[in-house]
T-cell receptor, first 117, second 114 residues
């Protein structure tokens, strides 16, 4: 069954340090997408980055990069030079194609990142 | 530019009451989703729709019904609310996640069932 696993309930990092948030997935699809979203304490969901399963290069968006290792089925988010404003909940998500039902997007349980000065 | 709008934002229900959450999007998106968010559980997919007139069950569909009569609207109904349905509900829409289309989320609706 399709599943997203985020094993780190909480992570702590100091400002300006890099941090990696882990995400592993399980799917039988050949074509799928992987996403990361950020949810600050205010509650809104903010899209960060996307990686397609056939993309050969790791996706990058500013300070965010996605370390995609297909054989290991992992899609870790790397945040370089952490800032106080990065403190939030981070969710990994995966597209899941269901025959005759279209494509759903399922989420992991999230990792809370706390950045200190 | 409204994006995705959910109404109501807050609601308190008694066990057994019914209610409908409305989601409206103005981006002409084909896909729409309803998720619930509970502490420690992340976002769990309730139902989704890949186009007008279509719906499909997600991970936790029991106790909920949905309808997509118009492309821009996706309704989530609770026929007989239970305390276990106390949660924050998020609606989202997209062009299509399989093509890398990001989800656009509403602000969430906090539902409490007493």
């Amino acid at each position: 069954a399709q599943k997203i696993t985020q094993t780190q309930p909480g992570m702590f990092v100091q400002e300006k340090e890099a941090v990696t948030l882990d995400c592993t997935y399980d799917t039988s699809d050949q074509s799928y997408g992987l996403f990361w979203y950020k949810q600050p304490s205010s509650g809104e969901m903010i899209f960060l980055i996307y990686q397609g399963s056939y993309d050969e290069q790791n996706a990058t968006e500013g300070r965010y990069s996605l370390n995609f290792q297909k054989a290991r089925k992992s899609a870790n988010l790397v945040i370089s030079a952490s800032q106080l404003g990065d403190s939030a909940m981070y969710f990994c998500a995966m597209s899941h194609f269901r025959y005759q039902a279209g494509t759903a997007l399922i989420f992991g349980k999230g990792t809370t990142l706390s950045v200190s000065s | 530019n409204a994006g995705v709008t959910q109404t109501p934002k807050f609601r308190v229900l008694k066990t057994g009451q019914s209610m409908t959450l409305l989601c409206a999007q103005d981006m002409n998106h084909e896909y729409m989703y309803w998720y619930r968010q509970d502490p420690g559980m992340g976002l769990r997919l309730i139902h989704y729709s890949v186009g007008e007139g279509t719906t499909a069950k997600g991970e936790v569909p029991d106790g909920y019904n949905v309808s997509r009569l118009k492309k821009q609207n996706f309704l989530l109904g609770l026929e007989s609310a239970a305390p276990s349905q106390t949660s924050v509900y998020f609606c989202a829409s997209s062009y299509g996640p399989r093509e890398g289309g990001e989800l656009f989320f509403g602000e969430g609706s906090r539902l409490t069932v007493l």
